[in-house]
């Protein structure tokens, strides 16, 4: 049981550059979030998906998009890479929404 | 004003001292308030969750809710070294039963 798994674990862009993060769920969790999180900022919601078949933004969309591929996967992507971009991304799961979440272990992404 | 805050410390508490870390939010309708632990370089892991007016007790950790006043406190008694982290709160919204918002987090440091 693996729970959260998050890939890549670092990643270096150039502007203008595209990427998928990618994450899983192993735990039959219903709800699945994007996160980043940026020195002094606490965790900043990306968008969430409540259940499989479902996605809504949270608190900082701009400049990514999301799929809900299944009820395990839930990608993040990134279409045109800016340096604002660069921060920590944890992919987080609950059983159902507004519960208890389990975090991965984050991708450290870096935009030059 | 933002929705969940928290003082970002840092707090330094004595080792065997009670910690207390507070947090208030803006929704008054929000129902489900958690409290998560981070080492530095690693994920969030939750500490406790609190749904109801009053204390709830786990171990060392207290959580305490008051929703009239809109704050959430956790105090750690016994304070140990292992407990130096940064402590995060976060609030179900009711205005969006689906997001839980973040504090900023409050950096603890336990002195020998």
């Known amino acids: 049981n693996a729970g959260v798994t998050q890939t890549p674990k670092f990643q270096v862009l150039k502007t203008g550059q595209s990427m998928t993060l990618q994450c899983a769920q192993d735990m039959n969790h219903n709800s699945m979030y994007w996160y980043r999180q940026d020195p002094g900022m606490g965790l900043r919601l990306i968008y969430y998906s409540a259940s499989e078949g479902t996605t809504d933004k949270g608190e900082v969309p701009n400049g990514y998009n999301v799929s809900r591929l299944n009820k395990r996967e839930f990608s993040l992507r990134l279409e045109s890479a800016a340096p604002s971009q660069t921060s920590v991304y944890f992919c987080a799961s609950s059983v159902k929404a507004s519960d208890t979440q389990y975090f991965g272990p984050g991708t450290r992404l870096t935009v030059l | 004003q933002k929705e969940v805050e928290q003082n970002s410390g840092p707090l330094s508490v004595p080792e065997g001292a009670i910690a207390s870390l507070n947090c208030t939010y803006s929704?008054?309708?929000?129902?489900?308030f958690f409290w998560y632990r981070q080492y530095s370089g690693k994920s969030p892991e939750l500490i406790m969750f609190i749904y109801s007016n009053g204390d709830k007790e786990d171990g060392r950790f207290t959580a305490q809710l008051n929703k009239a006043s809109q704050y959430v406190s956790l105090l750690i008694r016994d304070s140990q070294p292992s407990d130096s982290a940064t402590y995060l709160c976060?609030?179900?919204?009711?205005?969006?039963?689906?997001?839980?918002?973040f504090g900023s987090g409050t950096r603890l440091s336990i002195r020998p």
């Open positions: 929704d008054r309708g929000s129902q489900s």
């Open positions: 976060a609030v179900n919204l009711y205005s969006s039963a689906s997001k839980i918002i």
